[in-house]
DNA sequence: TTGTAAGCGTTATCAT
DNA sequence: ATGATAACGCTTACAA
């Protein structure tokens, strides 16, 4: 009888399985865009574990719209998914966010395990770094080299993120009794970089070195200066925030972040099941001295 | 009645629509490397365009290889998936792809639309580009900037991609009656990049000119090669292939590769269904001049 | 138009 | 142990 079946191809449908178990083998991991390499480090982090384990991932791109979240959340729960993990962080402003809370409490009731591995609005397992203490070691680290004019290219405006690496990069910096007003607007995509660049260039004032909220955002700085005929280190230092991948190709002084680690603890935590202690935890960040910083010598 | 379920937060399950109805709407794309930009472009199309229509995308990571593939080709069936793209090339040599070529049959019996936007060992709908033109193109163009001496950097053994763009660079090279076996081994990564410029480096004969296989092995030897202190592109030039972001942040030499509508293409041939008039597509490419290639005038 | 019943492929329970 | 049966939540076909 078995025999047959297996001759025949049998395979169990998952959907049935997951219609009387109430609960499939998805993990559903939601994340701001797939092509940032931030949270394409976070996602593979979840698949490798939730693969080995025969649960299977999805990928859900928001735009990082708190609206677009609110569908994903609803999407996975129509498929019962034994896990969410939020990978972006939440805007600090709350907009809309009331829906995706009510929705992310009703995912928890009908047995998903939700955990986030950045700062969010509602109640979930926690999952991860310090973005202040990030930010701090990056500016710090800038400082001891010599550097006193020092501008912070700003993350988009609202996310919980930006705001805890603005604050770290300011404290550093009051710390050392130096100016921690000189911020630029920004993002987090290179373009934001380059026209940061553009801005100190066209002012005529350049300053010792430019922090960051992250490496694509520091790459672009880079590029708009050297483009310019700016010498990066020697004139002006440049430093980012995360270590993703590109940040190696451009040697990119940073703080390396735990991405993939976040993704597998929080894929752990799911697999665990949600009757199991949930610990939130803070994973270690590394401060990498690369190549775009060197001692202020003037 | 229909608002009290509103209130009350009712949703379809899921589950049991797709129990029903022997399908779901789900889309799976099965990826080398999701942290690979090449692949997280085509993700992205896929996903914006089902996004767009209420599907939900599964992005599964291979880790480029076949056994693993049939792993999740298998997994996207058990959920009945209305359609499964193969984002990666398959091996020229059919290693253990008997099975793979079986499993996606059944999945095709069962209703799932598969649609590969690489050369593929199995029947299923076709979209791509060419990969070999596309190669034939920046060798053309290097060639055309006065290089003699002009290196290959290979990609993964065995892939019908590394073999295609290794054709056409081969082609470009004969056809201006140059030395078309200058090759290097490779892979995808950053590291064989770096390989490749030690080796030329310590082998003490620079060459003109060097291709890789994709823009971030370019990357690596470009970086292998400053590092050196090689002026790029004054001393050597250097071109990839794929034209993904890293490479405008380094202002590669490269050939753009129409990523992400491959991902539009596909999503949308699996929602119009199996049933709509199947159509393989060729996608257009385009060469992109930068900033790592000069005229040669020595 | 509205309502009822059957069945999708599992798992789990309950007799045998 | 083993085998029959109900139930999961939905869609659809058919009857009223």
Not at 137 to 147: A, E, F, N, P, R
């Amino acid at each position: 009888v078995l025999a047959v079946a297996n001759e025949l191809g049998y395979s169990p449908s998952a959907l049935g399985q997951g219609l009387v178990t109430r609960s499939s083998r998805i993990i559903g991991v939601i994340v701001g865009d797939i092509v940032d390499p931030y949270f394409a480090e976070i996602a593979s982090g979840v698949e490798s574990t939730a693969g080995t384990s025969g649960y299977i991932t999805m990928v859900c791109t928001a735009d990082r719209r708190t609206a677009t979240e609110l569908a994903h959340v609803r999407a996975l729960g129509e498929y019962r998914a034994a896990g969410i993990v939020f990978a972006g962080s939440g805007y600090a402003d709350h907009r809309g966010s009331e829906a995706l809370a009510r929705a992310v409490a009703q995912a928890r009731e009908a047995g998903s395990v939700v955990v986030s591995v950045a700062p969010r609005e509602f109640p979930s397992v926690s999952i991860g770094y310090d973005n202040r203490t990030a930010a701090y070691d990056v500016t710090d680290y800038v400082i001891s080299l010599g550097h006193r004019d020092i501008r912070f290219v700003q993350g988009p405006a609202g996310l919980i993120t930006s705001k805890a690496r603005l604050e770290g990069f300011q404290a550093a910096m009051r710390d050392a009794e130096l100016d921690a007003q000189r911020l630029l607007p920004g993002g987090f995509a290179f373009e934001s970089g380059l026209e940061a660049a553009s801005t100190m260039l066209s002012a005529g004032n350049l300053p010792d070195a430019v922090i960051a909220i992250n490496d694509e955002v520091a790459i672009g700085v880079l590029t708009g200066l050297r483009h310019a005929g700016v010498e990066v280190p020697e004139r002006v230092s440049v430093a980012g925030i995360d270590d993703t991948r590109p940040a190696r190709f451009v040697e990119l002084t940073t703080v390396s972040v735990p991405l993939r680690d976040l993704g597998v603890a929080a894929a752990s935590v799911i697999l665990a099941g949600v009757d199991a202690p949930v610990a939130d935890a803070v994973l270690p960040h590394r401060l990498v001295p690369r190549r775009t910083t060197a001692r202020r010598d003037r």
